[in-house]
């Protein structure tokens, strides 16, 4: 078959791809480069994170260290957690009555402040009373009230750039029972107390400093520590388990997961990441909390996977789907050459023999009448 396409595209000068060629080509393409003797698996996968670095802030002479205890969020070593860079602190608030803040609802006189009512964006519930002293309703709640107008800038915790998150995974393809770490070979106790990941000379490290991932996934830490944010850290596991198993490698990529890091803060609707957390103690046999509004870098760590083996099955069933488009492609090539090719009457004589039907009757009445024209 191929070789008749052959000759027609030299005789009749088509220059279109001859569908057998492309069939061939097909069943090759299906074979190698989507691995059609191959069979797939993905894996089950678990990972454990570990933060390291200390934070300082002095906040007129008042000076603070924040340790890891201070600055994840979730503590547990999750694959998705929070790492602090700023934050707005409200000490000592306790249940009671104080003003609402300026501009969350303002009032000229009590009959503007609906008691028992609640403001949706307000932070309590309004007693009925407008005070004088701010214009605004009076609130049964946390006092004194949050006041989260102003984010820190520069952010409180800018060295958080310089902290280091740890990452263990582990893998298993169920499939093919393998099982593997993110600790291949040579990366040995002594390896990991010294290395500092980074794309082209440590690939294989499981430590990177904030600032690093921050940069790899295209954005500034600075803005990102002020307001907050999103990265995802992609893990991806794609194996091929015919070679030799050391050759099974992750293979490290960051993401911004939301915002794109060309646009301007200005061009977003909610910009950044935050989220309040509150420490409750009591004090003169009074509850109070302290609040904290937390703004930080949310880190999701994601792995992707996939892992190829030789499998008799597949094999076969490629090959047999190899030799179904070949069948398609004479079909295909037939009707080309008989019915769209300027040359179509010549193949036709090539391809059928005409016989004359007359003589092979010889069963027919005028057969026995008419001698002459059966016998010819
Ligand atoms: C991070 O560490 C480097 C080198 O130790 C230091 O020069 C830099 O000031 C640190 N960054 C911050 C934000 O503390």
């Known amino acids: 078959m191929l070789l008749a396409c052959g ?16 069939g061939w080509l097909d069943g090759w393409w299906v074979f190698i480069y989507e691995k059609g003797y191959q069979s797939t698996d993905t894996a089950i996968s678990s990972v454990f994170t570990k933060m390291k670095g200390v934070g300082y802030t002095n906040i007129k002479g008042s000076e603070r260290v924040w340790d890891v205890a201070d600055y994840v969020f979730p503590p547990q070593g999750d694959s998705s957690f ?10 000592g608030q306790k249940m ?23 403001k949706r964006t307000g932070h309590g ?17 946390w006092c004194p009230i949050e006041d989260d107008v102003m984010i820190p800038d520069p952010p409180m915790l800018m060295s958080a750039e310089n902290y280091t998150l740890f990452i263990k995974n582990s893998v298993t393809f169920p499939t093919f029972g393998v099982s593997r770490s993110n600790l291949v070979e040579n990366i040995d106790n002594s390896y990991i107390n010294k290395c500092l990941y980074d794309p082209t000379h440590a690939p ?30 992609v893990v991806d596991w794609t194996c091929n388990l015919d070679v030799d198993i050391k050759h099974c490698k992750p293979k490290y990529t960051f993401h911004g997961l939301y915002g794109n ?21 009591m004090e003169d046999k009074e509850q109070k909390r302290t609040l904290l509004k937390v703004f930080g870098i949310r880190f999701d760590i994601i792995v992707q996977s996939l892992a190829r083996k030789f499998d008799i099955i597949p094999t076969l ?10 069948g398609v492609a004479t079909v295909v090539c037939d009707l080309v050459l008989l019915y769209l090719l300027p040359k179509r009457e010549f193949y036709k ?14 069963d027919s009445e005028a057969c026995s009448t008419e001698t002459e024209v059966c016998k010819k």
């Open 317 to 326: 069933t490629a090959i047999g789907s190899g030799v179904g488009i070949f």
């Open 7 to 22: 000759i027609a595209e030299q005789n009749v000068n088509v220059t279109p791809a001859c569908p057998c060629l492309r």
């Open 96 to 118: 009671g009555k104080c003003p609402e803040l300026d501009g969350k609802h303002n009032c000229s006189s009590n009959a503007d402040c609906e008691g028992g009512s609640f």
């Open 204 to 233: 294989l490290c499981p430590i990177f400093r904030l600032g690093d991932i921050v940069k790899l996934s295209g954005f500034k830490f600075e803005t990102i520590a002020r307001v907050g944010g999103a990265i995802g850290i």
């Open 349 to 362: 004589n090539m391809k059928f023999k005409y016989t004359d039907s007359h003589v092979q009757d010889p």
């Open 261 to 281: 890091a060309a646009e301007t803060d200005q061009a977003r609707a909610s910009v950044g990441y935050n989220f309040r957390y509150a420490k409750h103690y």
């Open 125 to 141: 519930q309004m007693t009925g009373v407008c005070l004088n002293t701010t214009k605004t309703c009076e609130v049964l709640a």
């Open 82 to 91: 929070v790492v602090m860079t700023n934050y707005i602190i409200t000490e």
